[in-house]
């Protein structure tokens, strides 16, 4: 009976599943029996395998560089624009580098730095000014705050600061048109020529002692005045070379042209020889006028 009883429950307990501490049962210790494998591992399985087992095919977008997000054009590239440049990082970088000095040339140069950035903010184009005066009378306003002067189709007086004080109206005004622009030792740079944007009537324009014009701003003033100017002065403009000159060409109804020393260079003399002879109305000048506005 001992025999029988000790038979019986030893086949009772290889029957059973005992579970342990470790969630470990008898079944997972039997290798002979079959594994269960989820239906999705063995798909995935499969694709892994014919992957590994088809060669890769390269495309030409394969062998591209990778661009850089600031270069892509997603939906959030215009607004991350605003607060990236290009030379942000290497601007700070050569900040990070360069020792730090406090002698007075350093303090100077760095202030000067800064009024030259101010300068250029302040001589950008505003669109609301231009919404609120129109294009004319935004111009005039631009110009007469900075010292300049200006004068009116159909007027015989030219509107000049008077010790900050001027006479211009603070709306829109119909029919009011620019005739001449006088811009005179004024400290214009080629930011503040986009305020001249959309002047429909201007025959006048001198330039004369303003340090900052270069070829870059007479390259745009052409674009401006190509069809409405007539007068030009660019006296005392030492950045001026015969490459600025040579874009005057675009500029059809120029008549008059005053420069500094039509003789000072071989190519700047050449390059006002062509202007002639492309434009036979133009006469260039290099004598000494005295103009002043009161």
């Known amino acids: 009976?001992?025999?029988?009883?000790?038979?019986v429950g030893q086949k009772q307990v290889k029957s059973r599943a005992i579970p342990c501490c470790c969630n470990f049962s008898s079944e997972e210790a039997n290798p002979k029996e079959k594994e269960t494998v989820h239906p999705t591992l063995k798909t995935t399985a499969k694709s892994l395998q014919k992957r590994i087992s088809r060669p890769t095919k390269v495309t030409k977008d394969d062998l591209k560089w990778r661009t850089s997000w600031n270069e892509t054009k997603y939906q959030y590239y215009d607004t991350l624009r605003t607060f990236y440049s290009e030379k942000s990082n290497v601007n700070l970088m050569k900040f990070l580098q360069q020792p730090i000095d406090l002698s007075p040339s350093a303090i100077k140069k760095w202030w000067l730095?800064?009024?030259?950035?101010?300068?250029?903010?302040?001589?950008?184009y505003i669109p609301q000014r231009t919404n609120i005066l129109g294009p004319e009378l935004a111009c005039a306003h631009f110009i007469v705050y900075r010292g300049g002067a200006v004068k009116f189709h159909n007027e015989d007086k030219w509107i000049k600061s008077d010790e900050g004080y001027y006479s211009l109206p603070n709306t829109y005004q119909a029919g009011m048109y620019l005739q001449a622009i006088d811009c005179s030792e004024m400290q214009l740079r080629y930011d503040g020529l986009s305020n001249f944007r959309n002047l429909q009537k201007v025959e006048w324009l001198s330039l004369s002692?303003?340090?900052?014009?270069?070829?870059?701003?007479?390259?745009?003033?052409?674009?401006?005045?190509?069809?409405?100017?007539v007068y030009l002065d660019l006296r005392d403009c030492p950045n001026v070379t015969e490459r600025g000159?040579?874009?005057?060409?675009?500029?059809?109804n120029l008549k008059l042209l005053y420069l500094d020393d039509l003789l000072k260079d071989t190519k700047y003399e050449l390059t006002c020889l062509l202007l002639e002879e492309l434009n036979r109305n133009l006469v260039i000048k290099s004598d000494v006028i005295n103009f002043k506005i009161k």
Do not use: P, V, W
Not at 1 to 7: E, G, P, Q
Not at 245 to 252: F, I
């Open 1 to 7: 009976m001992l025999k029988l009883l000790r038979s």
């Open 113 to 124: 730095k800064k009024k030259e950035l101010h300068e250029i903010f302040l001589q950008q």
């Open 209 to 229: 002692g303003s340090s900052f014009i270069d070829d870059y701003c007479l390259d745009a003033i052409t674009n401006i005045f190509s069809k409405t100017l």
């Open 245 to 252: 000159l040579g874009a005057l060409y675009k500029m059809n």
